[in-house]
């Protein structure tokens, strides 16, 4: 005879734990599977996370001592080119005082480890080192249940929520998901370089406790269609770039290249002077996006977070969608057992609550983004580099008169990008994020 | 520095520099001290007791405790400032296996000398066994003043319990400042028995002994945490102090004219049940070969852990009367057997010439192989540590390295004939 | 038939490095496992068990965290997982928690016999191996260290037969009961648990036990049973770098300039029959 409970969450990341976490508080017999040894063992990365959607779940986060990096008081985005960028950056000492942990930095390993405990705490069993394989399914088709590598591995239970993240094994296999094809593949390099506390706090002007996160676009992808990140942890800089992978492979880029070009661009390299690098990181993962989101439910079963593609590779706000996404997941699931039913009807209501939900909203918001960005590589190699000579040229004293400098600007960018280019760049920008 | 309601000064943790490494959490006497979840120690004020040992273990100085306190603290420990006392005695334990002693006794006989000069004390040396009268010249030779001999008839083969108990029964006839031992298979054996008999404090596995000069204290170091931390630890108001040290850490002493006593023990075995030896299997494969005996070992790490690699390595092995022996990523790859490995969890080695091929020189093999007399590193890493600890280092890929090195040692030693 | 586990929670010493730049110590989530001497000693355990039959009891003394793995024992098998931690117990050497875990077996043995004690041959993190002789000696049991095998079990006739490892071979040992093992790594390979036992083992108690429960003498325990302190640690002690010669500046310098360096003041000239002085002995400050 196998095990049984009532809900068994494949994945401690955030979204299998915010799962976890509601539902222990339902009073529902729980079971999270996991396949690393520890919850966070398999992630290495760090992240940034939403005060807001976290306090949903645990509302008292900060008293339980939350492994909080820095929060995030500042945000700049970058477009730059290969000498030099515009920056643009937004303050608010609102962020500072009464809207602390807004938005903070975590490391994900210590982030997950520390979520997956208040889950223990509620009453939900963490089971760690154990792999599921496969799903178990009746005649019908209907899931009901799960197994796993252990013997006697298997787990029946009147809901499966897949939560195990972007490269999910059972995704793969069930076909719940489809395979996502090369064009919508992007390859992300990570970097974290540790550097002392005090110099973090003094280069990017901050308390010690607060940060800055900064989006960078332009030459920093050596035209690819990419962005790259940087943002702050208590004693490390998290540094990533990436692009779409076919990019990758047309320009014959190295991953660890492109890297190395980040690190010694002339706004990044002062912030990383003198650090050191603690980890590499080199991992491919869908674009994702609205267009991309698979169905999300069926009879007996609900995907969660990466692994339903509920992330945007533009915008990286894969936990934070996650969490919210295994919040509205387990309220689901508390309806259906209620009501007992846990076909596919009733689980549908997830697809609908997701909908009304700023996850879809703001993947809607950005579903046209990855396409403008394919169609409009100006953006990404002659564009940055025009602007820039502009502005070099504006800002240098050299007893021309302005009006002139301004006409030689247009002329010199409308030489490489029509105006009619540029306008459509501009109107396309703006109705894609629309 | 906070202080406790009832106004004792206590220490605080700074948490930026603590390291999570939990020490102090294991020192504290009071359980004051807990691991937050984001992995930094934190004292609790209402518990503190204020001793300070937090501070006195912490590795990375995270514990913030005013340093002169904490000397006054550390001073007030012990009893009176140290003036050697007469006619008292440093021993060493002599193991002696199926007609041998082992080497690492005469070492340590060597290194006791040295401290009971320091102390001003006697050295005393305890052979025990049946038969075994022979070593005890040696043992005088070596330096001792004076050998204890226990000869018995079931003391022929080693037992855990009766070996223990011979060796109590001499030490507490003796009453020894200090007992050293050989952190052998049989030395390691026989300390916890002893130590425990005496209710006295052993420290296992050292690789530094000294004299702590204001009070006299045996110091003893050895490696913790898999090597990563060397701790000294001391045993203050127990004796003797007992130590296990490892072999080949201290030289070989050489020959003393000084005069020795041999002074005989009787002694009437416990009456306990005994195991009994139904087979010995002699399997030196099992031992393999002891990489520790060799005066010239090639060490082959990650960076050449390859079949290809082992020709040649053993091709320079040979060329000079070496051996090749590896660290632990080559042992786990199962190119070969534990017994080569050196390193903590391997062994610690003393060669006279050591040549790393592709060890990275994590910081365990460093320490293992801090004894050898010199050291040539070769690795394609030019950051590799173990450059930090050669005396000489070949950045460049093995596979070229090697041929050139084979012909040029050969055109070396040609030459001379 | 009861044995008992003797256990103990100890870094995963793999994680931890020192910096060699600052000589400080790294730590990026220093895990905490169950010793893997320890590991095998419940394998061991579980093994005899489903010969003869009979009742496992993990012990382990720790703080409260180390509980995981008391039930990462009792999902392999161990009936019982019962945990000493008292703040009286904290800061023990190797006396104290012989005297602690000794105290702690006399108990169990009032409500079923002991035959047998397992232990691991050493703890990772202190490498000392002297836990088990010290509890051997305190109990009076039969110490049978560096255990590979047991050849056989026989609780009636109060008999064990087993294979140990010393340096020149394997000795056979028949030995009375009871008696404490302590065991080698490769003497069981420990197998994984199911997942019902997994899932049973985390829904299970475990038992905390403090110092009135073992009936301890204060004296004994913790800090004050132990004789040794530790009184600093550090990085170990630097040895000076020599220079880097690079294969790719010219292969054939590289090697040279090396040897020379190694091979200088007629360093092992005698073993080696390397002319001293003659082709490369600029060098001569042994002379």
Known sequence: MSECCDVVIVGAGPAGISAACILADHGVETIVLERGEFPGSKNMSGGVLYGHDLARIIPDFAERNCPIERNIVESRIWFTSKEGGYSLAYRDRIFEEQRRHNVFTVGRARFDRWFAEQAGQKGVLVVCGTVVTDLLKDESGKVRGVRTDREQGELEAKVVLLADGINSLLAAKTGFRPEPDPEHVALAVKEIIGLPEETISERFNVAPEDGVSIEILGSVTRGMNGVGVLYTNKNSLSLVIGGNLKDFARLRLKPYELIEDFKTHPMVAPLIKGGKPREYLAHWLPEGGYDHVPRLYGDGYLIAGDSGMLFNALHREGSNMAMVSGKIAAETIIQAIQKSDFSSESLGVYAQRLKDSFIMKDLKKYRRFPGFLQKHEDIFNTLPDSLSMAARDMLTVDGVDKKTKQSRSWKMIRSKTSRLRLLRILFNAWRSVK | MAKTPAGIEIPEIIPDKCIGCQICISKCPVEAIKLTPDGKAWIDPEICEGCGQCAEVCPVEAVDLDRTERIKAGKRLRDKPFTPVSGQVVSVYIEIRNGKAADVSWELVGKARELADKLEARLAAFVLGSDVEEFCARAGSLGCDEVHLLEHDTLKRYVSSLYGHALSELAHKVQPEILLMGATSHGRDLAGVVATHLKTGLTADCTGLDIEEDSGLLLMTRPTFGGNIMATIFCENHRPQMSTVRPKVFPMPGLNEKKWKLIRHAWRPPESSVPELIAFIEDKSLLGIDITEYPVLIVAGKGACSKDSFPLLEELAGLLGGVVACSRPVVESGLMPYERQVGQTGKTVAPKLYIGVGVSGAIQHRVAIQGAERILAVNNDPDAPIFQVADAGIVGDYAQVLPELISRLKAKVKNHE | ?287
């Open chain 3, 1 to 287: 038939m009861h044995i008992v586990c003797c256990l103990k929670q100890v870094p995963d010493t793999a994680d931890v490095k020192i910096d060699p730049e600052t000589n400080t110590l790294v730590r990026e989530g220093l895990e905490s496992i169950l010793n893997p001497y320890d590991l095998v000693a419940v394998e061991m355990a579980v093994r005899l068990k489903e010969k003869h039959g009979g009742r496992i009891s993990a012990l382990c003394m720790g703080p409260p965290q180390a509980q995981s793995v008391l039930r990462q024992a009792m999902s392999l098998g161990a009936d019982a997982g019962i945990l000493l931690s008292d703040r009286a117990f904290a800061g023990a050497d190797t006396l104290a928690t012989s005297y602690t875990l000794a105290q702690a077996v006399l108990i169990l043995n009032r409500k079923t016999p002991v035959n047998l004690i397992i232990c691991g041959k050493q703890a990772i993190d202190g490498d000392t191996a002297q836990t088990g002789p010290g509890l051997a000696t305190r109990l009076d049991y039969t110490q049978l260290t560096y255990v590979t095998a047991v050849e056989s079990f026989d609780p009636k006739n109060k008999l064990i037969r087993i294979k140990r490892r010393i340096e020149e071979g394997q000795e056979i040992l028949e030995a009375e009961l009871p008696a404490l093992l302590t065991v080698e790594l490769e003497s069981a390979r420990p197998r994984r648990a199911s997942l019902p036992e997994l899932i049973a083992s985390m829904r299970k108690d475990i038992e905390v036990w403090d110092k009135k429960k073992i009936e301890g003498d204060a004296n004994q325990l913790g800090i004050k049973g132990s004789p040794t302190w530790v009184r600093k640690m550090g990085a170990p002690p630097p040895r000076t770098s020599g220079p880097r010669f690079e294969a790719a500046k010219g292969l054939r310098e590289a090697v040279d300039q090396s040897l020379d360096i190694i091979f200088a003041d007629g360093f092992m000239a005698e073993e080696l029959g390397i002319p001293t002085g003659v082709h490369h002995g600029k060098d001569s400050r042994g002379n």
